[in-house]
């Protein structure tokens, strides 16, 4: 490892002290919480290198939270000056603004205020106006009557306009993927529809019925797997191994209208098939004024089935304008056109002058996003124009959300981010952009099917039309934890690796030189679980905070910042990523251990929070059987010298005393923490969880233990099960 890494920059080196933490899962299955812990010894190695940490951060930059969009009327039950003072006790300074209506196929209204290309019908595309006029509280999404997608990331109950058995709607591509914006040739942003007919099933013929403009040259090709395809590259037109083109398949002269098309003598028994549209006809409909009417690909409906020896057709698509009925349609892209009634009331983004007015911001720049799968490059510009005449500081604009989760392809997202960053940037020079929000970055992923070989595809696409200097930041998501309802302490365990593997190869390496990175939502999981409310979940937000910032990571977003309920979205457990319980009237009911362990890290650990701080790698050698440590260690080192240090036991039984010692690499020496020392400790002695379904509370919530360690006090620390603990050196 250090010859393979030793022209690496210190600041991003995955040192070999961290060996442990890369070594495979275990099994603690067997543990039980209850009964008398055993006791065992251990080491904290701090591996110190004057004036070459592995990072350096500033907390009042580095450790924030996300706000984001929720159901309607949530803005001012959860937002109200009381809670907000609440959320700003924990101490995360910076903010995130997290954009809902993108994950629903929406566009988002950012200002109810602004003007429609058809002003006269209430209809086309929308921009926001960028007047600073009444302070904007709320805002919403519109949801979008051109959806080709049956599956969204949202609340998932919109439905696709492909099989839902209308003829007078139709789905149509997004027009600026077409070679009139992109200025690329019509193949280089191939669009395409998908059909998942849920098993094998013989099939021989398809119905298109076109709208304008609709393809002159396409491709119908079928997937000879029946497996899931639901995976981030699985609709990649360049994947040539898991598509093939049906012997007819292949159309050069299309003329549009209505037309079954015979795709093979003998049927082929298939789950998936797609259509790859490669040639536009670049008509629109009559009396349209609009060029982006022309651009792209316009479907009224699709039929896919088989043509028995009578020559009748058996569709084996069940069409339906509900999302639950319809066969599952996806598509490459979806058109940002919608009308003033497409309004969806049901979910509300905050406002953005609410947002900076509250307080939430701490005045410092916040992160803010712009919506790029749904919507246009003009509403973008009046968002940025907007904030320039409010004054409100701006860290930069993140574009797009989660595209990887959606089956954009990387071009076509990069073709999208190149357009909007070519808007945007004659607005404001100095301007920061990013994205693209990844989901996830899914560990020890096959190189082909990962999301670094989607970023590298986008990122090539940006350096070939000479944009790689407007991707300034690196964004994704961290919810490492999809299996909910399986035992926590396995899963603490695993997760610094999967963590560390997530980081591998980003920078150097894949990431242009200067872009940082940062994480803009981290909890326990995407799905609600007991974990999120429970000690496991502080222990899992620190280890993800500790282990990023020594991996060279620059700003972590914890998420879950705004007062919420107990849900249940698996029949094992109830929970929510959250820092608040909230009660009746919008109050503050409880406190949840996220909440005291965001605060021991802002308050007790990386202080002083205006400071630059400098982060050496540490570790333990207490390892369960099979190499990975059940205690992490995070030390930072503040401008007045002295040493504190985050440590985290994972053990959910055993207690451990821990001998620290900071080793100096360049004499050999080693030397202990100094006392007196500030000690404050966060365990089950301080919280347990009462579970009772939808009434779910802390049965125990008090404030984490501090004493002092004075002079000539022992040198060892204990470490109860499951805890958290900060020994800061006065």
Excluded at 47 to 64: D, I, K, Q, V
Excluded at 320 to 332: D, I, K, R
Aim: aromatic share 10%.
């Amino acid at each position: 490892m250090y010859n393979r890494l030793a022209g690496f920059p210190l600041k991003f080196r995955h040192l070999a002290i961290f060996v442990a933490v890369l070594l495979s899962s275990f099994s603690l299955s067997g543990f039980s919480p209850t009964g008398p812990a055993p006791e065992g010894r251990g080491t904290v190695t701090v591996a110190y290198t004057p004036g070459r940490p592995a990072n350096t951060f500033t907390p009042s930059e580095a450790l924030g939270a996300g706000v984001d969009g929720h159901e309607k009327g949530d803005t001012r039950r959860m937002l109200n000056g009381r809670n907000v003072r609440e959320m700003l006790s924990a101490g995360l300074k910076p903010l995130s603004y997290r954009l809902r209506t993108e994950l629903g196929d929406e566009a988002w209204h950012w200002n109810p205020a602004g003007s429609w290309s058809d002003e006269r019908r209430r209809q086309g595309y929308w921009t926001s106006s960028s007047s600073a006029g009444a302070p904007i509280t709320v805002s919403y999404g519109y949801r979008l009557p051109r959806r080709g997608n049956t599956i969204d990331q949202a609340n998932n109950d919109g439905y696709s306009r492909l099989d839902d058995g209308d003829p007078r709607t139709f789905w149509k591509s997004n027009p600026y993927l077409d070679s009139f914006y992109t200025g690329d040739p019509d193949p280089a942003h191939t669009q395409w529809i998908a059909v998942d007919l849920g098993e094998k099933k013989p099939v021989n013929a398809l119905r298109v019925v076109w709208a304008q403009p609709f393809a002159t040259q396409f491709r119908v090709e079928y997937a000879l797997t029946d497996e899931t395809l639901m995976d981030k590259l699985s609709f990649n037109p360049q994947d040539t191994e898991t598509w093939h083109t049906f012997p007819r398949g292949a159309v050069s002269d299309g003329k549009g209208g209505d037309g079954l098309l015979r795709l093979s003598d003998t049927p082929v028994s298939v789950r998936y098939v797609r259509i790859l549209l490669n040639e536009s006809s670049h008509t629109s409909p009559v009396h349209s004024e609009d060029v982006r009417d022309r651009l792209g690909y316009a479907v009224r409906e699709i039929e896919l089935g088989l043509v028995d020896a009578r020559g009748r057709f058996q569709d084996r698509i069940r069409h339906a304008a509900a999302h639950a009925v319809q066969t599952p349609v996806y598509v490459s892209s979806t058109d940002p056109w919608h009308r003033a009634a497409d309004v969806d009331t049901r979910v509300e983004q905050p406002g953005l002058d609410l947002v900076f007015q509250s307080g939430l911001t701490n005045s410092l720049p916040a992160l803010i996003p712009a919506g790029v799968l749904y919507d246009t490059p003009e509403n973008a510009a009046a968002l940025v124009l907007y904030l320039r005449r409010r004054h409100y500081p701006v860290e930069g604009i993140e574009l797009g959300e989660e595209p990887d989760g959606q089956f954009v392809s990387p071009e076509d997202y990069g073709a999208l981010y190149a357009r909007w960053v070519k808007t945007l940037r004659p607005l404001d020079a100095a301007l920061r952009f990013g994205g693209p929000s990844f989901a996830t970055i899914t560990p020890f992923e096959p190189e082909e099917s990962s999301e670094k070989t989607w970023l590298k595809r986008s990122l090539a696409y940006l350096k070939s039309h000479e944009l790689l200097d407007a991707f300034n930041f690196f964004t994704f998501e961290w919810y490492p934890f999809d299996e909910v309802c399986d035992p926590t302490a396995p899963q603490l365990a695993a997760a610094p690796r999967m963590l560390a593997d997530a980081l591998e190869g980003l920078r150097p390496g894949l990431l242009p030189a200067g872009a940082r990175v940062y994480i803009t939502e981290y909890g326990y999981s995407a799905y609600a679980s007991e974990a999120e409310v429970g000690l496991e979940g502080a222990l899992l937000n620190a280890d993800t905070v500790g282990l990023f910032l020594t991996l060279g990571g620059d700003r972590a977003y914890l998420y879950g910042y705004e007062p919420n309920e107990v849900i249940s979205e698996s029949p094992c457990t109830w929970g929510n990523n959250m820092l608040f319980g909230v009660g009746e009237g919008g109050r503050i009911k409880f406190r949840t251990a996220t909440y005291y362990g965001a605060r021991l890290l802002t308050e007790e650990w990386a202080r002083p929070s205006d400071a630059r701080l400098e982060v050496f790698p540490a570790a333990s050698d207490i390892l369960d059987r099979q190499g990975q440590p059940l205690v992490t260690a995070y030390s930072l080192r503040r401008p007045d010298g002295h040493w504190s240090l985050l440590l985290i036991n994972k053990d959910p039984l055993k207690s451990w005393d821990v001998d620290v010692k900071i080793l100096d690499r360049q004499t050999g020496d080693s030397s202990r923490l100094r006392l007196p020392a500030d000690f404050y400790q966060y365990s089950r002695a301080q919280y347990a969880w009462q579970p009772e379904r939808e009434r779910g509370h802390p049965l125990r919530d008090l404030a984490p233990a501090h004493t002092v360690l004075p002079p000539g006090a022992a040198s060892n620390v204990r470490l109860p099960p499951y805890s958290l603990t900060i020994v800061s050196e006065k």
